[in-house]
């Protein structure tokens, strides 16, 4: 399949006129499939079986620690939140973090900015946004957060990992979609997950991870990633700084197939949000303009311009208040029509 057909895929099939959901478009499920191939995983969802190591309740709230084992055998960890009591299944968020933190920053019990150190002490202290997954379990969402294969602890980190799973004609962007798609395996397992209305969204590595789901697998109803380095990967090399992303970000062969843009565009009308900042050093905005020249249009023809959301607010690459608050406001309307 060449770059023309990804891109104006949904469009060529939208151009007679009818209406068609995305998870009834061939020329998506091609695209899916042609995604999957570039991650080196299955098409299919994933298995998963989990198990609940323990339970506890805080201020309404029930935070479940849960673990399973990857495709590979690796261990992944991760906390599900929900409401105490739940009088019918909820929509649920996939919350990821970002290349620095891990899966407790966003389960925290209070809401606000604070310092963080990695577990790792391969990176200095920072500022980090704390609690935003536990807020918008307020907000009446069910939420699971995971630590990233390659983050924080989980050793080896991405780099040396991806050199291992490249001759082995494997990549590790492929692996770490995996793991974040059998948390959506997981949710529809659950009774209290309304399964059709999962959405997703993560900062930075967390919102490149969260994009790159959404595209390959359509059991995500609905998208938010955040400075996740969305745009094009074609305009981030002529105007960005190409050391800033790690190895995980370039997926071998990807622009041979298509542009970030071209994959989105046979998406259509399925609602992604994109927290792209003008001064976002993971991705230039010409990376964003080119973005918005080959999706928008797609969207438009299939009747759905306003289920392409985008944010360029005058700020640097952060996970903020606003920012999930934007989240928090597309998810309402897409995962619970409010």
Known sequence: MNRLCVAFAGVLLLGSGLLVRAADSPFATVSRRVFADLLKVPLEPPAVSAVVRSTREEEGLVIEDITW?????????????????????????????????????????????????????????????????????????????????????????????????????????????????????????RPEVEREHIGMTGISFGGITSFYTWLVDDRVAAAAPICGGVGSIEEFIKHGSIGYHGIYWWIPGMLTKGDQGDFAAAMAPRPLMLWAPTEDVGMPNQGVDRFLQVVAPAYKQAGAADHLVVHRPPARHALTKESVSAAKTFFDRFLYNR
């Not at 082995?168 to 798609?181: A, D, F, K, S, W």
């Open 69 to 189: 084992k990857s495709l590979e055998g690796d261990q992944v960890e991760a906390y599900l939140v929900r409401p105490a009591r739940v009088a019918k299944p909820l929509p649920a968020i996939v919350c990821l973090h970002g290349s620095s933190t891990n899966r407790e920053p966003g389960i925290a019990a209070k809401y606000e900015y604070g310092e963080w150190t990695p577990r790792s002490g391969k990176a200095r202290k920072m500022t980090t946004l704390y609690g935003w997954a536990r807020e918008l379990t307020r907000q009446g969402y069910i939420t699971i957060s995971i630590t990233q294969r390659g983050l924080d602890t989980r050793e080896p980190e991405t780099e040396p990992l991806d050199k291992i799973l490249l001759v082995h004609g494997r990549n590790v962007m492929g692996t770490i979609i995996e793991e974040i798609r059998q948390s959506v395996t997981y949710l529809q397992q």
